[in-house]
């Protein structure tokens, strides 16, 4: 089992920035591939950002160059910088790990384990 707890969400003004936390606990071997997603109110779950055990990282289309994912495996911390946000950035995020250790990108039917989600809102 592998337990996901999320933190730093907030409110921020357009323009502002954000960093999001990702706490993993219990079985952190089955947490080799980590991902963000999120999601608005009435909307789709949107792919964010993915990173594998070895630090290579994907991007989802409308954060590219204004998100950075990274992880502290000594920590077992997963982060998301997030720069320039925008009003369409709100929603709920969440952290989702997957055991594995070859494909890790942004399909969100490849992670097994999800957090509560941590919401942030950006005014304009």
């Known amino acids: 089992q592998v337990l996901l707890a999320e933190s730093g969400g907030g409110s921020v003004q357009s323009g502002g920035s954000l960093t999001l936390s990702c706490a993993v606990s219990?079985?952190?071997?089955?947490?080799?591939?980590m991902a963000w997603f999120r999601q608005a109110p009435g909307g789709e779950r949107e792919d964010v950002a993915s990173?594998?055990?070895?630090?290579?990282?994907t991007y989802g289309t409308s954060v590219a160059g204004r998100f950075t994912v990274s992880r502290d495996n000594a920590k077992n911390i997963l982060y998301l910088q997030m720069n320039s946000l925008k009003p369409e950035d709100t929603a709920m995020f969440y952290c989702?790990?997957?055991?594995?250790?070859?494909?890790?990108?942004?399909?969100?039917?490849?992670?097994?384990?999800w957090g509560q989600g941590t919401q942030v809102t950006v005014s304009s």
């Open positions: 989702a790990a997957s055991p594995s250790r070859s494909y890790c990108g942004l399909s969100w039917y490849l992670y097994n384990y």
């Open positions: 990173i594998g055990i070895d630090g290579r990282a």
């Open positions: 219990g079985n952190t071997y089955n947490a080799a591939c």
